[in-house]
C-alpha cells in the first residue's frame, strides 16, 4: 500500500453567484483567490480557488459557480461541513464579524476539545471556524483584508454525515491508512498523516436523514494529499485492487488527480501536491487574471464572453472579469 495521505487537500463545493462567493469567501472569511479559472470539464463555469497566500495544498475550498442552480439537499452520503482553523481566542472576534455582515452564524459549540463555529455560507454550505491552539503556527495571509491575529490559517477537518459507519471507516482506516483518533456524541474522529489540524475527518452516524443531493450549497468532493505522480499511481492501483471504481489520472493543471466513492456515497479525491499555483502566473499576481489550460487556450474568447462578469478583489486596481453581465444573464 503507498503511505496513507498527508492531510487534505482541498474541498470542491457548488455555489450560484460568483460574485457573491467571491464577495464572502475573499471579502469576508478573508481568504486570497488564488486562481480564477473555469471548470475543465463545463468552461462556461468558472472554478475559483480560495486558499492561504500561494494556494498550498490544506488551505484551500474551490467552487463551481453555477448561477441559478437549485439549492441542494444537505443529508446522508455527503460531506456536511467543512471546517476551517482560526487561532485560539478568535471565535468571538470571528462571531461579530460574520453577523455584522449578515452572515448565517450559529454559537460557539464545544466538541472534542475544541471550540466550533458553525456559519452557512450565501449558498447554505455548512462551515465551521474552529479554534485551537496549534493555528498560530500556520503562516496567515497577510494581504487579505482580516487582521493576522485572527485570520483563517487553512482546514481544519471535514464532516461526514454517514447512514451507516462500518463501511465508510473500514475504508479510511484498512484502505486509505488513516488512524482511529477519538470519539465522542456519535462523532468519530479518523486522522491522517501527522494528525492534528488540517489532517482529520470526522464521521458522523445519522441513519435517521435522508440521502443528500449534490447541488448548490452542497460539497461535491474532498481531495486528500499525495506528494507525487509515482505514489498517486500506486493509489490508483491499490484502490482498483480493493474493487472501487477509480478514474483515470486527469491533469487539473495545478495538481493530478483521482477519484473514487467512499462506500457512504461522498466522492473522494487524491491529488499531487505539485505543480501548485505559481505554475502559470507569479505569486504576486494569483487569481487576478482569467487562466485556462492549453487545450482551451483557443476557445477563450468565447469562453471570457459566456462567463459572468465578476469582480475580481486585489491590492490595486479593480479588475473584471468575465463578459455577461447580469442584464444579459
Ligand atoms: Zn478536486
Redesign the pocket.
Known amino acids: 500500500m503507498p503511505s496513507a495521505p498527508t492531510g487534505l487537500?482541498?474541498v470542491?463545493a457548488i455555489a450560484t453567484d460568483p460574485q457573491r462567493n467571491a464577495d464572502f469567501y475573499h471579502g469576508v472569511l478573508g481568504l486570497r483567490l488564488v486562481k480564477t479559472t473555469v471548470n475543465f470539464d463545463a468552461p462556461d463555469t468558472y472554478h475559483l480557488y480560495f486558499g492561504g497566500e500561494s494556494g498550498q495544498p490544506g488551505t484551500l475550498i474551490?467552487f463551481f459557480p453555477w448561477p441559478g442552480a437549485p439549492p441542494g439537499r444537505h443529508g446522508a452520503g455527503q460531506a456536511t461541513a467543512v471546517a476551517f482553523s482560526v487561532p485560539e481566542g478568535s471565535l468571538g472576534w470571528w462571531r461579530e464579524r460574520l453577523r455584522a455582515r449578515g452572515a448565517d452564524v450559529g454559537t460557539v459549540a464545544h466538541r472534542l476539545e475544541e471550540e466550533a463555529l458553525p456559519v452557512r455560507d450565501p449558498d447554505g454550505l455548512g462551515l465551521e471556524l474552529v479554534a485551537h491552539r496549534q493555528a498560530d503556527a500556520a503562516p496567515a495571509w497577510e494581504g487579505g483584508p482580516v487582521p493576522d491575529e485572527h485570520a483563517v490559517r487553512g482546514l481544519h477537518s471535514v464532516t461526514l454525515t454517514e447512514a451507516g459507519y462500518e463501511h465508510t471507516a473500514g475504508l479510511l482506516t484498512d484502505t486509505l491508512g488513516f488512524r482511529f483518533a477519538e470519539e465522542a456524541n456519535n462523532r468519530f474522529r479518523f486522522a491522517t498523516g501527522e494528525g492534528g489540524a488540517g489532517g482529520l475527518v470526522d464521521v458522523v452516524c445519522r441513519p435517521e436523514v435522508p440521502q443528500g443531493l449534490v447541488a448548490a450549497g452542497t460539497v461535491h468532493?474532498i481531495?486528500w494529499r499525495t506528494p507525487d505522480d509515482d505514489e498517486q499511481v500506486s493509489w490508483r492501483e491499490a484502490l482498483v485492487g480493493q474493487g472501487l471504481n477509480v478514474t483515470p489520472v486527469l491533469d487539473?493543471q495545478y495538481f493530478h488527480?483521482i477519484y473514487f466513492r467512499e462506500p457512504g456515497g461522498v466522492l473522494l479525491?487524491i491529488?499531487t501536491d505539485p505543480p501548485g499555483f505559481t505554475v502559470d502566473e507569479p505569486l504576486m499576481r494569483l487569481g487576478r487574471a482569467l487562466r485556462l489550460p492549453p487545450w482551451l487556450e483557443p476557445s477563450r474568447a468565447e469562453i471570457e464572453q459566456a462567463l459572468p462578469a465578476l469582480r475580481v478583489p486585489g491590492p490595486d486596481e479593480e479588475i473584471v472579469l468575465g463578459g455577461r453581465t447580469a442584464a444579459e444573464a
Do not use: D, G, L
Open positions: 487537500h482541498h470542491t474551490t468532493h481531495a487539473r488527480s479525491e491529488a
